[in-house]
């Protein structure tokens, strides 16, 4: 089992800039993909970015290529998302999510833990 806990969401000006982290905990050495999903008020829960465990390789929603960027680290067993140039569009509550198997995936019914989630609001 796998235990993912989501910390620093919050409020920011547009342009501004939040980095969200992902610690997880428990049976870590199972996790091959973390990946970051958000869902916005009366929307469904979309995919944000995804890191693989241990070859670092990344894929990005392409709304946010370029301003988001995903990154782990083993030793703490924490993912990050920085997250640059935020956007009202941004405002959502954000999703860790871990996968056990092979390869990474943007579906989330492919991830076997989540987070508690995080609000992120991007005032205008």
């Known amino acids: 089992q796998v235990h993912l806990a989501e910390s620093g969401g919050g409020l920011v000006q547009a342009g501004g800039s939040l980095r969200l982290s992902c610690a997880a905990s428990?049976?870590?050495?199972?996790?091959?993909?973390m990946a970051w999903f958000r869902q916005g008020p009366g929307k469904e829960r979309d995919f944000v970015a995804v890191?693989?465990?241990?070859?670092?390789?990344?894929y990005y929603e392409s709304s946010v290529k370029g301003r988001f960027t995903i990154y782990r680290d083993i030793v703490q067993s924490t993912a990050y998302l920085q997250m640059n140039g935020l956007k009202p569009e941004d405002t959502a509550v954000y999703y860790c999510?871990?996968?056990?198997?092979?390869?990474?995936?943007?579906?989330?019914?492919?991830?076997?833990?989540w987070g508690q989630g995080t609000q992120v609001t991007v005032s205008s």
């Open positions: 428990g049976s870590t050495s199972s996790i091959y993909s």
């Open positions: 890191v693989t465990w241990s070859t670092r390789h990344t």
């Open positions: 999510a871990a996968r056990r198997s092979f390869g990474y995936s943007t579906d989330s019914s492919d991830y076997n833990y």
